[in-house]
Nanobody, 128 residues
Framework: EVQLVESGGASVQAGGSLRLSCAASGFTFDDYAIGWFRQAPGKEREGVSCISSNDGRSHYVDSVKGRFTIYSDNVKNTIYLQMNSLKSEDTAVYYC?????????????????????WGQGTQVTVSA
């Protein structure tokens, strides 16, 4: 059974940093794309970033480029999202996602329907 368990969400002030973690079980990273989506109150779920586990290619949506970094530890089957220079508009529930036999690209990172597995989410709150 595939499971994705997020952790690391917290309340921080604007300008601060957080690192989210996603521990995956039930599969190995080698043939998967892994990523992060988020959903703010009253808004649709949106892509944040993804990474292809086989070659390490990553993509980011424009709103987080230069501030967020996604990386994976394939030995631990864990991916991370380092979030710096946080803004109030980053406040959302962040979800870890996995795509079987998929590659991360600019289309996939923005499309919720591509992703096969979703975690339960972790809350990030950024106060001004």
């Amino acid at each position: 059974e595939v499971q994705l368990v997020e952790s690391g969400g917290a309340s921080v002030q604007a300008g601060g940093s957080l690192r989210l973690s996603c521990a995956a079980s039930g599969f190995t990273f080698d043939d998967y794309a892994i990523g992060w989506f988020r959903q703010a109150p009253g808004k649709e779920r949106e892509g944040v970033s993804c990474i292809s586990s086989n070659d390490g290619r990553s993509h980011y949506v424009d709103s987080v480029k230069g501030r967020f970094t996604i990386y994976s530890d394939n030995v631990k089957n864990t991916i991370y999202l380092q979030m710096n220079s946080l803004k109030s508009e980053d406040t959302a529930v962040y979800y870890c996602v996995a795509l079987e036999e998929g590659d991360c690209n600019i289309v996939v990172v923005n499309t919720t329907s591509y992703w096969d597995y979703w975690g339960q989410g972790t809350q990030v709150t950024v106060s001004a």
